[in-house]
C-alpha cells in the first residue's frame, strides 16, 4: 500500500475569468475555517478546438456518453482529471471537490470533519460521496446502513437499480483509488460525472449526503456546460435520440409520483 496524506484536501474547480466567482467560495470556506487549493478550470473558450478533441477518446465517449461531448463538457472532463492526478502523484488519500458557485450551508462543516477524520481509511476503496445530489429522499438510499457522520448528516449508499443517475460535479469526495481508477484511460472517455460508469466496471459504491451539504443553483442559471449540451443535443437528429428523450422524460416522471407514492413505505423498509 502507498503512502497517503494525513487528510485530504479541499480543491476548487474554478474559471479564471470568473474573479466574482473565486471570491465567493473563498469567503464561504474561510467562514468554514477551511484552507483549500484553486484549480484553475482547462477554459473551452480559450482552448484550441483542435486540443480540446485531442485529449478525449471519441470512440470511447460515443460508446458511454451515446453522443459527443461539447467543448465546455470536455473542459469539465479535463478539469477534473487534473484533480485525479494531484491525488495519485501526490499521494493523498482522496480530495474533497467543490466547483466555485456553490453554497455551503451550516452542516458542511460536518462532511468536512468526517472525510479530515476517515480519509485515510477510505483511500484505498472506491468510493464516491456526493454532497449535493437533488433526487434525494428515502425512496432511493439505505438509510438503515446510513453511516452518521454528526448531528445532522449521514451518508448512505444509493439503491442502484432503484435510483436514476447521480449527476454532478459540485461537491464530492472521491477516494484515491476511485481517482486512480478513472485516470485509467490516458484521456477522457465520457462526462464528468459520469459517476455510475466507473462505479459498474470497479464494483464501487457511491454515497449520498442527507440531506445536502453543497447546494448548486438550478442549471439554468447562466451555466456554459447546460448551454452547450443543450445546443449539441437540439441539433442531433435521428430516432434513436427522439426515442431517448422521450424515455427520459417519462422515466423522470415516473420516478418522481413513485417517491410521491411510495415514501411512506419506503421509510419503515429501507
Known amino acids: 500500500m502507498s503512502r497517503v496524506e494525513a487528510a485530504p484536501k479541499v480543491y476548487v474547480v474554478s474559471l479564471a475569468r470568473m474573479p466574482e466567482r473565486r471570491k465567493a467560495i473563498a469567503e464561504q470556506l474561510a467562514r ?18 483542435q486540443w480540446l478533441r485531442e485529449q478525449v477518446d471519441e470512440a470511447a465517449i460515443l460508446r458511454n456518453a451515446g453522443r459527443a461531448l461539447s467543448p465546455p463538457e470536455i473542459g469539465c472532463a479535463l478539469s477534473h482529471r487534473l484533480i485525479y492526478r494531484e491525488i495519485v502523484e501526490k499521494g493523498e488519500c482522496g480530495a474533497l471537490v467543490l466547483e466555485d458557485d456553490v453554497t455551503l450551508p451550516p452542516q458542511f462543516s460536518e462532511a468536512l470533519a468526517y472525510f479530515r477524520k476517515a480519509g485515510p481509511a477510505l483511500a484505498d476503496r472506491w468510493a464516491v460521496y456526493q454532497l449535493g445530489w437533488s433526487w434525494v429522499t428515502v425512496l432511493i438510499l439505505r438509510l438503515r446502513t446510513a453511516t452518521r457522520v454528526g448531528p445532522r448528516v449521514r451518508f448512505a449508499e444509493r439503491i442502484r437499480w432503484l435510483s436514476p443517475e447521480v449527476w454532478g460535479t459540485f461537491g464530492y469526495y472521491i477516494t484515491r483509488r476511485a481517482a486512480s481508477e478513472i485516470l485509467v484511460s490516458p484521456k477522457a472517455e465520457t462526462f464528468a460525472d459520469h459517476w455510475s460508469l466507473w462505479e459498474r466496471r470497479a464494483q464501487g459504491t457511491i454515497y449520498i449526503s442527507s440531506p445536502q451539504t453543497v447546494v448548486h443553483p438550478p442549471i439554468s442559471q447562466g451555466s456554459e456546460i447546460q448551454d452547450a449540451r443543450s445546443e449539441l443535443v437540439d441539433a442531433t437528429k435521428g430516432i434513436d435520440v ?3 428523450r422521450l424515455y427520459d422524460r417519462q422515466k423522470g416522471r415516473a420516478i418522481g409520483w413513485s417517491m410521491k407514492l411510495i415514501r411512506p413505505l419506503a421509510q419503515r423498509i429501507l
Do not use: K
Not at 32 to 49: C, E, K, L, S, Y
Open 32 to 49: 468554514h475555517g477551511v484552507d483549500f487549493t484553486i484549480v484553475d478550470a482547462v477554459d473551452a473558450r480559450q482552448a484550441d478546438p
Open 242 to 244: 427522439w426515442w431517448r
